[in-house]
Each structure stands twice: as C-alpha cells, then as structure tokens.
C-alpha cells in the first residue's frame, strides 16, 4: 500500500522531485536522516542564485509542495520540533524564496501560504502553551511583505483560542 502510494507520486513528478522522494521514503524512519536531507533543501530554496522565469515557476511550486507533503507526512508525527524548526525557516524566509521567481501564476506562494498552515499545525503538535506561540503568531502575520501568509491569521485557531487571538490586536 504504501509501495503502491510511493509510485503513483513518483510517477506523476519530475525526475528529481521523485529521486528526492526515494530518498525520503528510504530513510522514513530516521528522523536526524531525514531533518539533515530537508534542512539541505529548504536552505538550497532560499540560498538561490539563479531566477526562476514564470515557465518553470510551475515546477519549482511543486518542489516547495512536495517538499511540505514530506516534512507533514513523515517527519511531523516522529518529530514535532524539528517539523516546526524547518517550517519555521521556510515560513521566515519566504520573501527570499519569492524573489527568486517569477511567480505570476501564484503557484509558488500558494505553496508558500500551506506552509504557513503547516507551521500552524508544528507547533500545536509542540504542547507548548499560548502564551509561548502568541508573540510568534504576531510577530509571522505582521512580517508578511509578500503576501504569502494570506491564510495564516485566519488559520491560527489551531493554535489560539479566539481570545488571544482577539487580544493579539
């Protein structure tokens, strides 16, 4: 089933999207394995040098997706912490990832806006209390220069109770 699953994705990306998921799927149970692999990603999105012209703006979206599917498929159920630590830089550096793209489609900050959800989701997997998140919530909503967090005050009540988040502003 898994196999099965594992196929079918492969079969529907482009030949280093599936490589990349292979080598997720090898080391699906070694969380260390698995942060090192995805750290070396997200760091490669926004450390790029070279422009991503709006023809291929397509396929560097499905990258930043598939890299997202694998962080809350595989790593956010062994380790919270570190799915929220990597979606936390992704979250943070956003408009860096943005700039190097043409992105008229909108493709690539709409994958941009999921991992703001996801990095909602991290954290409340974390156990940490409210007081802990509020600032940080704040603090991810009011640095959004590029409108790639649309959905992530709206989506906080994942992690906020309608009260701070009243409160909050």
């Known amino acids: 089933n898994d196999l099965v699953s594992l196929l079918t994705r492969v079969y529907n990306l482009q030949e280093n999207l599936s490589v990349h998921l292979i080598e997720m799927e090898l080391i699906k149970n070694n969380p260390q394995e698995m942060v090192k692999k995805i750290r070396n990603k997200i760091n490669g999105l926004i450390r790029r ?4 012209p709006y023809n291929q703006s397509f396929s560097f979206a499905e990258e930043i997706s598939v890299l997202m599917q694998e962080i809350e498929k595989n790593l956010l159920p062994l380790d919270p912490a570190a799915a929220w630590k990597l979606t936390d830089r992704i979250v943070r550096n956003d408009g860096e990832i ?5 992105d008229s489609g909108g493709a690539v900050g709409t994958e ?10 991290a954290a409340k997997m974390m156990k940490k209390p409210e007081s802990y998140w509020i600032p940080l919530v ?13 959905d992530f ?3 906080s009540d994942v992690l906020l109770s309608e009260k701070s988040l009243l409160e909050m502003y």
């Open 138 to 150: 704040k603090e991810i909503d009011e640095r959004d220069d590029y409108g790639c967090r649309n």
């Open 98 to 102: 943005i700039e190097s793209v043409d």
């Open 112 to 121: 941009l806006n999921a991992f703001s959800i996801l990095w909602l989701k």
């Open 153 to 155: 005050l709206s989506n």
């Open 49 to 52: 040098k070279r422009f991503i």
